[in-house]
């Protein structure tokens, strides 16, 4: 069965430095997601992507967050001046059509430290 | 917005029935999903229901949804240890966004 990849599964990071977390989508999906889980507590929806542009954000998405699929394939997460409570597990959502199940990537933890 | 509630934990036996409940308050869902995530491990899609529907069945597992009271449940049939995950209820919103309940942890005891 086709997966969402994602990479890397861990990245340790300092704090103030800039990330880029990678998802590769199942190859006829449309629709991407990022979301987010912080040590136990509930996944939260951070952004949609679609047709090259952010459909629809969540107020943590704000400056320091950003999105794109430069070639087409990857879609990348990048976290600029990372803080502390950046530190969570981030996980990439792909899905066929605006009707389908979303499927998720196995995610990547963030520690920032 | 939506708000989608579930107990956070469930206690089994192996062998036995485990029924996971998730209440939520946006009507409008036309979806809605249970995934499972094992420890330290992605959201693995369990199976989900159309919400004309009232009951979905795929092997060992029962999904019942009571559009009315806006409740939905899980059970799992012949629990087995290594169903012991969290499980997520999720549905989506007026907007088109998966919104996750509170995740309920399974202990399956042998």
């Known amino acids: 069965e086709p997966e969402v990849t994602q990479t890397p599964s861990h990245q340790v990071t300092q704090m103030g430095q800039e990330v880029i977390l990678r998802c590769v989508p199942i190859s006829n999906h449309l629709y991407f997601y990022w979301y987010r889980q912080i040590l136990g507590q509930k996944v939260e929806f951070l952004v949609s992507?679609?047709?090259?542009?952010?459909?629809?954000k969540s107020e943590i998405f704000d400056d320091q967050f950003s999105v794109e699929r430069p070639d087409g394939s990857n879609f990348t997460l990048k976290i600029r001046s990372t803080k502390l409570e950046d530190s969570a597990m981030y996980f990439c959502a792909t899905q066929a059509g605006d009707n389908s199940p979303l499927h998720f990537g196995n995610g990547t933890r963030l520690t920032v430290t | 917005g939506e708000d989608v509630e579930q107990s956070l934990f469930l206690s089994v036996r192996e062998g036995d029935s485990s029924v996971i409940n998730c209440t939520y308050t946006?009507?409008?869902?036309?979806?809605l999903y249970w995934y499972k995530q094992e420890p330290g491990a992605g959201l693995q899609l369990l199976t989900y229901i159309f919400s004309n529907m009232d009951m979905k069945q795929d092997q060992r597992l029962t999904v019942l949804l009571n559009k009315k009271d806006k409740h939905l449940s899980l059970r799992i049939a012949d629990t087995q240890t290594g169903d012991s995950a969290i499980y997520f209820c999720?549905?989506?919103?007026?907007?088109?966004?998966?919104?996750f309940g509170t995740g309920t942890l399974l202990a399956v005891q042998p």
């Open positions: 992507f679609y047709n090259n542009e952010i459909s629809e």
């Open positions: 999720a549905v989506i919103d007026a907007t088109n966004k998966l919104i």
């Open positions: 946006d009507s409008s869902s036309t979806y």
